[in-house]
Every structure is written in structure tokens, then in C-alpha cells.
């Protein structure tokens, strides 16, 4: 895992033109609206203990003290003040397979999700960390504040790198339980293609923090040129196929198995008790996820 300190010293003056231009995109998405849903959305992990209080009729029976009211006759709820601060993790797949996809590839998809998340922890001073993996860890910011921070985040997501061709999201999922000591929102951004089992993993830290998994799917997955016979690379296994392009059943399947492979991380969410979004060509899934999440807890 390499010192991050001296990213933005190893990036050029293409890539610092792509992060001003990223970085003003940013701030016109993070309009007023946005950044009231999105502190209200996740508003519900920055609470910390205050105290314990008698019972009262219509208190949630979850924050009930079993303990305290064990020890005697009344029932004891647990009371809590919400932290100024939010905990952001960002954890982004950078493995081979996120360099494809059409029109953009799916890192830089990936990448403008992470300016735009991080500039909304940025207007509402929370703190952001940054976790790059693929078959390993490589590399990690703690969790901080600032607009040093922000930077930092953004000069390491575009550092020149060779993209390994596996991908290892239990290797990620703990290390994030073990550095991560304070509750935290974690976005676990990647295309999920990987032949690792990782549930128990994703059980885990969904449990101890709020956790979205964000599928950077390729919203064109059958756009193949119509040239008969062609060979398909895998870009992680580097296996090869043949298929016949201009075979509209073989286009049709692409794309079915695209949607399955959707469905069954969102199953996993679901049995994991986590939300899982699919983004494609835009942002919006995640706008609307946080416009859900703030009308939910707002009739709640």
C-alpha cells in the first residue's frame, strides 16, 4: 500500500484539467436540495448513546436497555444526540474490469460518483475516507475533514496505476471492519464482478455501519459490433470466448445476463439488510435513493 501524500505530484496536466472539471461538476449537482437529502438520508448513523430514561408509551421497543430494565421493575430506553459529524467511507474497485464500458468506461463513472459524494461531505463538513482495492488493499485515507481532505481523495482517485486484474471485495469488506472504529456510511462502489464469495463479509459490516453498495453497471453490455465471429477477453480471468455478434439471441443474453447479475447482488442486499443501487449513464439512482431515504425517515 503506497504513501498517498505524493499523489498529486504523479498526475498530469490531463488528468488536474479532468479533476477541476469533475470538481465544478460536482459543486453545481450539490445543489441546496441535494445536500439537504443527503444529510437527512444518512442522518440516522451519526447518533451517539446520551442516556437512559424510564419507558415511555410509543418509544421504539428496539432502543429498550434490556439490561438496565432487567435489574428492576421498569423498562429503560436508550436516548441519543445526533454527531455534528457524519462518517463517509468511499471503498472504489479499481481491478481491470472497471476500465471497460460504453460511452465512459466504468471508473470514470466511478469517479465522478466519489467527487460528487465527497463534495457533498465536504459542504456539510463531514468526514471522508477513501479505500482503493482490488485483489488487495491499495491504498487508504483515514477518515478526516477539510478541504485538504478533499483533495487529497480526489488526487488519489485519479493517480496513475496499473489496474490489477482481480477483484477481492471480502478483502475489502475487512479490512474496512477492522480500521473502521466510529459507525460510518460506506459506499462499496464496484461491478461486482468477482469470483469470490463475500457475504458473510458484507452480513458483517452491514451490521456494524450503514452500508450502500453501488453497481457501476455498463448500460450498453450487448452494444457489440455486428462482425460475425469474435473473441470475447475476460478482463480479470483473461479466459476467452467466441460468439457470434451478429447474433441477435447472443445480444439478447448479454444483456439478460447483465439484469441477473443485478438482481441477485440486489437479493444479497436485501438478505443483508443493506440498499443496493445500479448506475449506468447518469447519477440519478443515487439522487433518488437519498430522496427515498429522507421521505422514509421523515414519515417514520
Same mark, same amino acid.
Not at 444529510?39 to 448513523?45: C, H, Q, S
Given at each position: 500500500?503506497k504513501?498517498?501524500? $505524493?499523489?498529486?505530484?504523479?498526475?498530469?496536466?490531463?488528468?488536474?484539467?479532468?479533476?477541476?472539471?469533475?470538481?465544478?461538476?460536482? *459543486?453545481?449537482?450539490?445543489?441546496?436540495?441535494?445536500?439537504?437529502?443527503?444529510? =437527512?438520508?444518512?442522518?440516522?448513523?451519526?447518533?451517539?448513546?446520551?442516556?437512559?430514561?424510564?419507558?415511555?408509551?410509543?418509544?421504539d421497543?428496539?432502543? +429498550? @436497555?434490556?439490561?438496565? &430494565?432487567? %435489574?428492576?421493575?421498569?423498562?429503560y430506553?436508550? =436516548?441519543y444526540?445526533e454527531?455534528?459529524?457524519?462518517n463517509?467511507?468511499l471503498?472504489?474497485?479499481?481491478?481491470?474490469s472497471?476500465?471497460?464500458?460504453?460511452?465512459?468506461?466504468?471508473?470514470? %463513472?466511478?469517479?465522478?460518483l466519489?467527487?460528487?459524494? =465527497? &463534495?457533498?461531505?465536504?459542504? $456539510?463538513?463531514?468526514?471522508?475516507?477513501?479505500? /482503493?482495492?482490488? #485483489?488487495?488493499?491499495?491504498?487508504?485515507?483515514?477518515?478526516?475533514?477539510?478541504?485538504?481532505?478533499?483533495?487529497?481523495?480526489?488526487?488519489?482517485?485519479?493517480?496513475?496505476?496499473?489496474?490489477?486484474?482481480e $477483484?477481492?471485495?471480502?478483502i475489502?469488506?475487512?479490512?474496512?471492519?477492522? @480500521?473502521?472504529?466510529? &459507525?460510518?456510511v +460506506?459506499?462499496?462502489?464496484?461491478?461486482? /464482478? &468477482?469470483? =469470490?464469495?463475500?457475504?458473510?463479509? /458484507?452480513?458483517?459490516?452491514?451490521?456494524?455501519?450503514d452500508?450502500? !453498495?453501488v453497481? +457501476?453497471?455498463?448500460?450498453?453490455?450487448? /452494444?457489440?459490433? *455486428?462482425?460475425?465471429?469474435?473473441?470475447?477477453?475476460?478482463?480479470?480471468?483473461?479466459?476467452?470466448?467466441?460468439?457470434?455478434?451478429?447474433?441477435?439471441?447472443?445480444? $439478447?443474453?448479454?444483456?439478460?445476463?447483465?439484469?441477473?447479475?443485478? *438482481?441477485?447482488? #440486489?437479493?444479497? !442486499?436485501?438478505?443483508?439488510?443493506?440498499?443496493?443501487? %445500479?448506475?449506468?449513464d447518469t447519477?440519478?439512482?443515487?439522487t433518488?435513493?437519498?430522496?427515498? %431515504?429522507?421521505?422514509?425517515?421523515?414519515?417514520?
Amino acid at each position: 500500500m503506497k504513501d498517498s501524500s $505524493t499523489a498529486h505530484q504523479q498526475v498530469s496536466h490531463d488528468v488536474l484539467r479532468e479533476l477541476k472539471r469533475l470538481e465544478i461538476r460536482s *459543486r453545481r449537482l450539490a445543489d441546496a436540495d441535494l445536500v439537504g437529502s443527503y444529510r =437527512t438520508a444518512f442522518r440516522g448513523t451519526g447518533l451517539t448513546f446520551s442516556e437512559l430514561r424510564e419507558y415511555q408509551a410509543g418509544d421504539d421497543v428496539r432502543h +429498550i @436497555h434490556w439490561k438496565a &430494565t432487567a %435489574r428492576g421493575k421498569t423498562a429503560y430506553v436508550k =436516548t441519543y444526540e445526533e454527531d455534528r459529524q457524519l462518517n463517509i467511507v468511499l471503498a472504489l474497485d479499481m481491478s481491470r474490469s472497471m476500465l471497460y464500458g460504453s460511452p465512459r468506461s466504468k471508473l470514470a %463513472r466511478a469517479r465522478e460518483l466519489c467527487a460528487l459524494i =465527497t &463534495t457533498l461531505a465536504r459542504k $456539510t463538513q463531514d468526514n471522508v475516507s477513501l479505500c /482503493l482495492f482490488a #485483489d488487495d488493499i491499495i491504498e487508504y485515507l483515514p477518515l478526516r475533514t477539510g478541504r485538504k481532505q478533499v483533495m487529497r481523495v480526489l488526487y488519489t482517485l485519479f493517480e496513475d496505476r496499473i489496474q490489477p486484474p482481480e $477483484t477481492r471485495i471480502d478483502i475489502a469488506l475487512s479490512h474496512l471492519l477492522l @480500521h473502521l472504529k466510529k &459507525t460510518s456510511v +460506506i459506499f462499496l462502489i464496484s461491478d461486482f /464482478l &468477482t469470483k =469470490t464469495v463475500y457475504d458473510d463479509e /458484507l452480513s458483517k459490516v452491514s451490521s456494524r455501519h450503514d452500508l450502500i !453498495c453501488v453497481e +457501476i453497471a455498463d448500460p450498453n453490455p450487448s /452494444l457489440l459490433p *455486428r462482425a460475425g465471429l469474435i473473441t470475447l477477453v475476460d478482463a480479470e480471468s483473461g479466459a476467452k470466448r467466441v460468439i457470434d455478434s451478429s447474433d441477435k439471441r447472443v445480444r $439478447t443474453a448479454l444483456k439478460e445476463q447483465s439484469l441477473q447479475h443485478s *438482481r441477485h447482488l #440486489d437479493s444479497l !442486499c436485501k438478505r443483508v439488510k443493506a440498499d443496493a443501487i %445500479r448506475i449506468e449513464d447518469t447519477l440519478e439512482p443515487l439522487t433518488n435513493l437519498m430522496k427515498y %431515504r429522507s421521505s422514509r425517515i421523515q414519515i417514520a
